[in-house]
């Protein structure tokens, strides 16, 4: 999956426009990116295509550390990066990139190959939203 065909599909799910889709994507990407260890967070952005790892690799800081944060931080801190109007738009962006970044790492249930490992660092409250995510029906 190519850069645009990502931010076409994020868009799709939010059903706005492509800039849109990719502040979205960037938000989601940075928090999740911090959320995990910088191995992780390396071995995530060895698999995207460049226009995507591009956006994961925005912004990272040599030797941080994990931002261990929880669900409701998390969708805090996507809204307040991505100008979002509420939390409950920032969390359908949460859902949106989560479920294509998964197809993206070649798993479909969120639980395989790099997918899986993500996942695994991840707190119960965000394994959920992870995994809420994957069965989202896709847009008509």
């Not at 849109?20 to 698999?47: C, G, N, Y």
């Amino acid at each position: 999956m190519d850069a645009r065909t990502f931010i076409r599909s994020v868009g799709d799910r939010l059903r706005c426009d492509e800039p849109r889709a990719e502040a979205v994507t960037l938000a989601v990407f940075q928090v999740l990116r911090d959320r995990l260890t910088p191995h992780e967070a390396a071995d995530v952005a060895s698999q995207l295509p460049h226009g995507l790892r591009s956006l994961w690799t925005d912004n990272d800081r040599p030797g941080r550390g994990v931002e261990r944060i929880h669900r409701d931080e998390f969708v805090g801190r996507v809204r307040a990066f991505a100008g979002l109007p509420d939390e409950a738009e920032a969390d359908r962006g949460v859902r949106a990139v989560f479920v294509v970044l998964q197809h993206a790492l070649g798993s479909p249930s969120g639980t395989e190959g790099e997918a899986w490992d993500v996942y695994s660092q991840l707190p119960k409250d965000l394994k959920r939203l992870w995994l809420e995510a994957s069965k989202a029906p896709r847009p008509a």
